[in-house]
């Protein structure tokens, strides 16, 4: 397997995986978006609420809010030694008082654990004059495979490398240059160049345009994918590929073992 990266940043990246079948890259992404713990509000006390939303929206608000994630610290509470009960190892709580005329933003959550704190400056509610909101908020590990809340990687996908191929039938007449809506063709001359192929989408409007036969193929590399990736802000994108990847070889180790006990 060969790993190339196109971009790396704090919270996004993009690679190319070559030398692999198209489930094990489907294995990382489903990872990314469903097995990955990250903590997120899941109980909410509300001891005053004056403004429009009523208690349950404005508890299903707050678990929607990014919290930064320290997976070294906490653990699911179903994995916990209070068996769920909630302790300092499964949970921890935020509070927020807030009094109008105002929006209330996420970053006016205080936290009981500075490593645990809103990820994005999210508009939780507009008070009026004189209205109030006083609540303690609960958030959990939790797996997006339970609750959108949990998960981490927001637009995960992949796709097939292009391949295109512009032959010898080839006159050069441009209209695939024109048509591309990706820039991936240029004129050079009596000939066509592909300058940017990763950046195609495979729409094959250039090839339905050209009037010669076989003069341009767009096709793909079977084993070769581009990988595409964003974290909601609750860890950072390389740990959440990192973490994605270990859950893929936890789930293949404990495959193994059903399998040899099968045998
Ligand atoms: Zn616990």
Redesign the pocket.
């Known amino acids: 397997m060969n790993v190339e990266i196109i971009e790396l940043g704090d919270r996004k990246a993009e690679f190319v995986v070559s030398d692999v079948m198209p489930a094990f890259v489907n294995s990382i992404r489903r990872c990314m978006l469903a097995e990955v713990p990250t903590i997120a509000i899941d109980y909410v006390n509300i001891y005053d609420n004056t403004s429009v939303l009523f208690d349950e929206q404005l508890a299903l608000r707050m678990g929607l809010v990014p919290l930064t994630t320290d997976l070294d610290s906490y653990?699911l509470?179903s994995k916990?030694?209070?068996?769920?009960?909630?302790?300092?190892?499964?949970?921890v709580s935020l509070t927020l008082s807030a009094e109008g005329p105002k929006i209330v933003y996420s970053t006016e959550l205080v936290s009981s654990d500075p490593l645990v704190v809103a990820a994005e400056v999210v508009p939780i509610i507009k008070l009026t004059d004189g209205q109030r909101i006083s609540l303690e908020a609960i958030a959990k590990p939790g797996v997006g495979h339970d609750h959108a809340k949990w998960q981490a990687g927001i637009a995960c996908g992949y796709k097939n490398v292009p391949q295109i191929k512009i032959t010898d039938e080839c006159d050069a007449c441009n209209m695939c240059v024109d048509t591309c809506p990706r820039g991936v063709l240029v004129a050079n001359g009596d000939l066509i160049k592909v300058i940017n192929e990763p950046s195609c989408s495979l729409c094959k409007l250039c090839e339905s345009v050209c009037e010669l036969e076989g003069a341009i193929i767009v096709g793909t590399r079977p084993d070769s994918f581009i990988f595409t990736s964003e974290s909601d802000g609750s860890m950072s994108i390389v740990e959440l590929v990192m973490r994605s990847i270990d859950e893929v070889k936890n789930k293949a180790k404990v495959l193994d073992e059903y399998l040899s006990i099968v045998d």
Do not use: L, V
Request: hydrophobic share 5%; with cysteine; charged share 30%.
């Open positions: 653990i509470p916990c030694d209070c068996d769920g009960e909630g302790c300092p190892r499964c949970q």
